[in-house]
């Protein structure tokens, strides 16, 4: 089976730092597209960043451009999201989310291009 396992969450003060791991698993499984979506308290999920199999194809919801960066390494199947500068606004539950299909540039933060989801890390930013 598919799994999405998200870590590195946690509490931190407003202007600090957190790196967000996530790691795929599952037999023949390729996380071809990855990305970060996020849900606060009472919001609707949102899209953080999503990134392509090369690397060469990132996006980045404008509320986070220059603080947060996602990458992959996919000898280890995995994504992480290093978020900097963060914001009392930037708390909410963070999901790693998957697909094995490439997802075109305009629809990489489409949340219903993802076939597969983590169940989420909690990150607070205290102000």
């Known amino acids: 089976q598919v799994q999405l396992v998200e870590s590195g969450g946690g509490l931190v003060q407003a202007g600090g730092s957190l790196r967000l791991s996530c790691a795929a698993s599952?037999?023949?499984?390729?996380?071809?597209?990855m990305g970060w979506f996020r849900q606060a308290s009472g919001k609707e999920r949102e899209v953080v960043a999503a990134i392509s199999w090369s690397g060469s194809s990132t996006y980045y919801t404008d509320s986070v451009k220059g603080r947060f960066t996602i990458s992959r390494d996919n000898a280890k199947n995995s994504v992480y999201l290093q978020m900097n500068s963060l914001k009392p606004e930037d708390t909410a539950v963070y999901y790693c989310?998957?697909?094995?299909?490439?997802?075109?540039?305009?629809?990489?933060?489409?949340?219903?291009?993802?076939?597969?989801w983590g169940q989420g890390t909690q990150v607070t930013v205290s102000s």
């Open positions: 989310a998957a697909d094995r299909s490439p997802i075109s540039a305009q629809f990489m933060g489409d949340m219903t291009k993802y076939d597969y």
């Open positions: 599952g037999r023949t499984f390729r996380a071809t597209t």
